[in-house]
């Protein structure tokens, strides 16, 4: 039965609603409306009395019922905007977030007058470290590495749609030999960092659709991948090169201590947008 895309719009912010709250159902809505039928906030209130096509009206409602069962509204269209580009997503790989948003801003803060740069993106996921970096930096030569060929794929496909041309690497960054001489400026990383404990206070919403290799480390160890990215970041940055890490708000001077045994310089533990500790910036010694 057709309705009016202003009715549509209506009933599909109020079923969301009842399952994601007031304010994250209706934003729900937007992202669907736009993502499924290209139909902006702009377009829905000048054109709100058109009749929607039955299979537009299809599409919307399949992605929310989806986001209704549980499925983060992202997977269920099938994309993700980060830093005012849409990115491909799947459940191969983390639906980019703002505090990542934040980590590129510190890069690109940085290196805002430098070009020619070399950069390797460890855990690319999605490629949206890499892609934005790509983007915001003059001339850089980004290279993007994940264990997941799935993630790849993505990744590949969202340098593809914006355009950008970026390396890209498979391989297990636990398992990565050394380089046998410096071979870059930048080494950033949002590696996993969830301890496996910490899985009880994650909504479902991400817990059950997002790639668990890329959310958890063991309580064991929890800077696994810090440690293991660190010893290679030592030989394979350039004097004066910077290290770039995501972490998690549980272990900032755990982090600071490591990133100075392993001989780094000006190590720098910075809070996100909501105040948590959530980077760390690392500067290789310039006489190494």
């Known amino acids: 039965m057709s309705t009016s895309v202003a009715q549509l719009f209506k009933d599909t912010v109020d079923r969301l609603t009842f399952s994601l709250g007031k304010g994250e159902g209706e934003a729900?809505?937007?992202?669907?409306?736009?993502?499924?039928a290209g139909y902006d906030?702009?377009?829905?209130?000048?054109n709100g009395d058109r009749e929607v096509l039955d299979f537009v009206q299809k599409r919307i409602n399949d992605a929310v019922d989806?986001?209704?069962?549980?499925?983060?509204?992202?997977?269920?269209?099938g994309r993700a905007l980060f830093m005012g580009n849409n990115y491909v997503v799947?459940?191969?790989?983390?639906i980019p977030r703002p505090e990542t948003a934040g980590l590129v801003d510190i890069i690109t803060s940085d290196y805002k007058d430098r070009s020619d740069l070399r950069v390797l993106d460890i855990g690319t996921g999605s490629g949206c470290i890499a892609i934005s970096l790509a983007r915001a930096l003059a001339f850089a030569d980004v290279t993007a590495m994940d264990v997941s060929g799935e993630a790849l794929k993505v990744a590949r496909r969202n340098a593809e749609d914006l355009s950008v041309k970026i390396s890209f690497v498979c391989g297990d960054i636990l398992n990565t030999p050394f380089p046998g001489n410096p071979c870059y400026d930048i080494i950033v990383s949002n590696p996993p960092y969830v301890c496996a404990s910490e899985a009880k206070?994650?909504?479902p919403r991400v817990l059950d659709y997002e790639p668990h290799t890329a959310l958890f480390v063991p309580d064991d160890n929890p800077l696994l991948f810090y440690?293991?990215?660190?010893a290679y970041a030592r030989e394979a940055l350039a004097p004066g090169g910077r290290l770039y890490f995501e972490i998690n708000s549980r272990f900032p001077q755990e982090m600071r201590q490591l990133l100075q045994h392993d001989?780094?310089?000006?190590?720098?533990?910075?809070?996100?947008?909501?105040g948590?500790?959530?980077y760390a910036i690392a500067m290789q010694p310039d006489n190494r």
């Open 263 to 274: 001989g780094f310089e000006d190590v720098d533990i910075r809070r996100d947008y909501l």
């Open 227 to 230: 440690k293991a990215i660190s």
């Open 28 to 36: 729900a809505a937007r992202i669907i409306f736009e993502d499924e």
């Open 201 to 203: 206070d994650i909504e």
């Open 66 to 77: 989806k986001v209704i069962a549980g499925e983060p509204v992202q997977y269920a269209v």
């Open 276 to 278: 948590a500790y959530r």
């Open 41 to 46: 906030r702009k377009y829905i209130f000048v």
């Open 90 to 94: 799947s459940p191969s790989v983390l």
